[in-house]
Nanobody
Framework: QVQLVESGGGLVQAGGSLTLSCAAS????????VGWYRQAPGKQRERVAT???????NYVDSVKGRFTISRDNAKNTVYLRMNSLKPEDTAVYYC???????WGQGTQVTVSS
């Protein structure tokens, strides 16, 4: 059974940083393109970053230059380093294999102004 567990969220002031972790079990995570997604209250979930099996990355324009996605295949974990956080980054953040249905519970990120 595939399980993804997100962690690392919290409350941070604008301009601050957080690093989110996505730990996978039940699969060899290195075989999949993985994305970080977020959903703010009243809004649709959006994908903010992806990393391929070869380590290529892609970002939505609103986080480019501020967020960095990475992976540690030995730990079966994908990370999202978030710098220069803004109040509009406030959301529940999830990870998932792109095109998969392995949604976890997510981790809340709240950025105060």
């Amino acid at each position: 059974q595939v399980q993804l567990v997100e962690s690392g969220g919290g409350l941070v002031q604008a301009g601050g940083s957080l690093t989110l972790s996505c730990a996978a079990s039940g699969i060899n995570f290195r075989l999949y393109t993985v994305g970080w997604y977020r959903q703010a209250p009243g809004k649709q979930r959006e994908r903010v970053a992806t990393i391929t099996t070869l380590g290529s990355t892609n970002y939505v324009d609103s986080v480019k230059g501020r967020f960095t996605i990475s992976r540690d295949n030995a730990k079966n974990t994908v990370y999202l380093r978030m710098n220069s956080l803004k109040p509009e980054d406030t959301a529940v953040y999830y990870c998932n294999g792109v095109g998969r249905d392995w949604w976890g519970q997510g981790t809340q990120v709240t950025v105060s102004s």
